[in-house]
């Protein structure tokens, strides 16, 4: 599918399983750091809207204003975090890269927590977006950096 030229009511019926779709404030901004940090792709960009892809994963972002006649932006604060208590998760994106580009960023991201090794089998950290929003790249351990987390 070309997503750049896909009509909305096509696009909307190709869709299935887990979608992703997030409010955001700014949409040229996150998607400018998305692409920078984690290497994503977007498409279709817009003021309004974007569809995003991390390797073959699909998520768009809305403005807050399209969501004009639905429920959940009178749940949005207006200012600060909004994403408390999700974590998007990124496997397979180097957590050491992302943090450094993620420092780098002129958009206001905030490591959260440096790149560690987790006991779980993957070394990651955890970047807050302007929006408030816990992006966590991740790459698997080595059996034997595995071994030597306590």
């Given amino acids: 599918m070309d997503y750049e030229t896909v009509r909305?009511?096509?696009?909307g019926r190709s869709l299935s399983g887990l979608g992703l779709n997030l409010l955001v404030r700014d949409v040229c901004?996150?998607?400018?750091?998305?692409?920078?940090?984690?290497?994503?792709q977007s498409h279709r960009q817009?003021?309004?809207?974007?569809?995003?892809?991390?390797?073959d994963q699909l998520f768009q972002l809305h403005a807050d204003h399209t969501y004009h006649s639905h429920?959940?932006?009178s749940l949005l604060p207006?200012?600060?975090p909004r994403g408390g208590g999700i974590e998007i998760r990124l496997y397979e994106t180097?957590?050491?890269?992302?943090?450094?580009?993620?420092?780098?960023?002129?958009?206001?991201?905030v490591v959260?927590?440096?790149?560690t090794d987790k006991p779980h089998g993957l070394r990651e950290c955890v970047i807050l977006c302007e929006n408030g929003y816990a992006w966590v790249p991740s790459r698997r351990l080595a059996e034997?950096?595995?071994a030597q987390v306590g």
């Fill in 112 to 115: 959260l927590q440096p790149p």
């Fill in 71 to 73: 429920p959940l932006p």
């Fill in 29 to 40: 901004g996150l998607a400018s750091f998305l692409c920078d940090v984690f290497g994503m």
């Fill in 94 to 109: 180097d957590p050491d890269m992302a943090a450094e580009l993620a420092t780098a960023h002129a958009h206001g991201a």
């Fill in 144 to 146: 034997e950096e595995v």
């Fill in 8 to 11: 909305a009511e096509d696009f």
């Fill in 78 to 80: 207006e200012a600060g």
């Fill in 46 to 55: 817009s003021a309004d809207f974007a569809i995003l892809t991390y390797g």
